[in-house]
């Protein structure tokens, strides 16, 4: 009997929150090239030419970083970025912001009508989260598009 009362008892999320860190020493994100700067920190340079990859930055409410994380890596024409992932990481590091990246291997920075309704749908996602999406970069080698930048978000 022991055994069917366990087996319809529910899976739980288990949420505690410690930095390890002095939050004053991370980076204050400002602008857009702020952000590009410190993404290009952490990109692995040799892929970006190569691979398409997902990465978001994870702000505090001050828009210190709080950490970047990679979503996903695919091949040359696309990856996914997937809102439960992206949305689960940020509610889990009790980020407030965050920064939406990715690259296009092609070094053409302009946006497809798939990354604009992706930004559209996880602005709005956020929303009902309560954590903003401050802005989606498209980055290359040598340079970056922002949506906020252009007025998209």
Same mark, same amino acid.
Request: with cysteine; net charge negative.
């Given at each position: 009997? $022991?055994? !069917?009362? &366990?087996?319809?008892?529910?899976?739980? $999320?288990? $949420?505690?929150?410690?930095?390890? /860190?002095?939050?004053? !020493? +991370?980076?204050?994100? &400002?602008?857009? +090239?702020?952000?590009?700067?410190?993404?290009?920190?952490?990109?692995?340079?040799?892929?970006?030419?190569?691979? !398409?990859?997902?990465? %978001?930055?994870?702000? &505090? =409410?001050?828009? +210190?970083?709080?950490?970047? %994380?990679?979503?996903?890596?695919?091949? $040359?024409?696309?990856?996914?970025?997937?809102?439960?992932?992206?949305?689960? %990481?940020?509610?889990?590091? &009790?980020?407030? *912001?965050?920064?939406?990246?990715?690259?296009?291997?092609?070094? =053409?920075? =302009?946006?497809?009508?798939?990354?604009?309704?992706?930004?559209?749908?996880?602005?709005?996602?956020? *929303?009902?989260?309560?954590?903003? %999406?401050?802005?989606?970069?498209?980055?290359?080698?040598?340079?970056? /598009?922002?949506?906020?930048?252009?007025?998209?978000?």
């Amino acid at each position: 009997m $022991v055994q !069917e009362q &366990n087996q319809f008892k529910v899976a739980e $999320v288990e $949420v505690s929150y410690k930095s390890n /860190y002095n939050i004053t !020493e +991370r980076p204050k994100i &400002n602008s857009s +090239r702020d952000a590009y700067k410190v993404l290009m920190q952490h990109w692995h340079l040799g892929k970006i030419e190569l691979l !398409e990859e997902f990465k %978001v930055i994870l702000l &505090n =409410n001050s828009n +210190r970083v709080l950490g970047i %994380v990679d979503i996903s890596t695919g091949g $040359v024409q696309g990856t996914l970025a997937d809102a439960k992932i992206i949305f689960s %990481v940020a509610l889990k590091t &009790n980020s407030s *912001k965050i920064i939406l990246a990715h690259n296009h291997p092609s070094s =053409n920075t =302009n946006p497809s009508e798939a990354d604009k309704k992706l930004t559209q749908k996880l602005t709005e996602g956020g *929303k009902l989260l309560d954590i903003e %999406v401050c802005d989606h970069l498209i980055v290359t080698n040598y340079s970056y /598009y922002s949506f906020a930048d252009d007025g998209m978000i």
